[in-house]
């Protein structure tokens, strides 16, 4: 079973940038490579929005809300996908969460709290 172990965010000021990670450990039955990888958000009283989504060929989309100041990364040989928000705005809060997806199963992470203050 695979396991998603996520690091970075906290807190942040608006019009700084966000950096989040996601590892994946345990055991895999394909390679970390053939796993679509995506992060989502979620709001307080919202539903989880999808902010960026990586195919196992690389491809990356992202939502309308970060398209232009957010890189979605991964790393297949560090088994790292990684999550970066630049220009970041308040509504940018939310707990965030790092997903894999391959044949049917979906493993998620933990979730990381992200607050944008002044």
């Known amino acids: 079973q695979m396991i998603l172990v996520q690091s970075g965010g906290g807190s942040v000021q608006p019009g700084g940038s966000l950096r989040l990670s996601c590892v994946a450990t345990g055991n895999f039955l394909r390679m970390f490579s053939d796993y679509d990888i995506g992060w989502y958000r979620q709001a307080p009283e919202k539903q989880r929005e999808l902010v960026g989504w990586s195919r196992n060929g690389g491809k990356v989309e992202y939502a309308e809300s970060v398209k232009g100041r957010s890189t979605f990364s991964r790393d297949n040989l560090k088994n790292t996908a990684n999550l970066q928000i630049d220009n970041v705005k308040f509504e940018d809060t939310a707990v965030y969460y790092c997903?894999?997806?391959?044949?049917?199963?979906?493993?998620w992470g933990q979730g990381t709290q992200v607050t944008v203050s002044s």
């Open positions: 997903t894999a997806m391959w044949g049917g199963q979906n493993f």
